[in-house]
């Protein structure tokens, strides 16, 4: 059961949720990515600098289990 909700909002006010809470992490790297065509990824990573110049990294592992993580300057929160 994974902790990621992914929605696309959209200019007409609609939404288009991609991935809702309590579904598995593989599922929402499926939605991007297919490994029919290249070998398995381990996970999907996201990396944002904010202004103030931090690092925050939120790694969505390929599982069915496992929990998304986020890190800030390589710490985990």
Do not use: W
């Not at 991007?32 to 996970?43: E, H």
Request: glycine share 4%; aromatic share 10%.
């Amino acid at each position: 059961m994974s902790n990621l909700n992914v929605a696309l909002p959209a200019v007409d006010g609609s939404v288009y949720d991609v991935h809702e809470f309590g579904e598995s992490c593989k599922e929402a790297i499926h939605t991007l990515y297919s490994d029919d065509f290249a070998a398995p990824p381990r996970s999907m990573n996201f990396t944002v600098q904010t202004e103030s110049g931090k690092t925050v990294l939120l790694r969505i592992p390929y599982d069915h289990e496992d929990k998304v993580r986020v890190y800030v300057n390589n710490e985990q929160i």
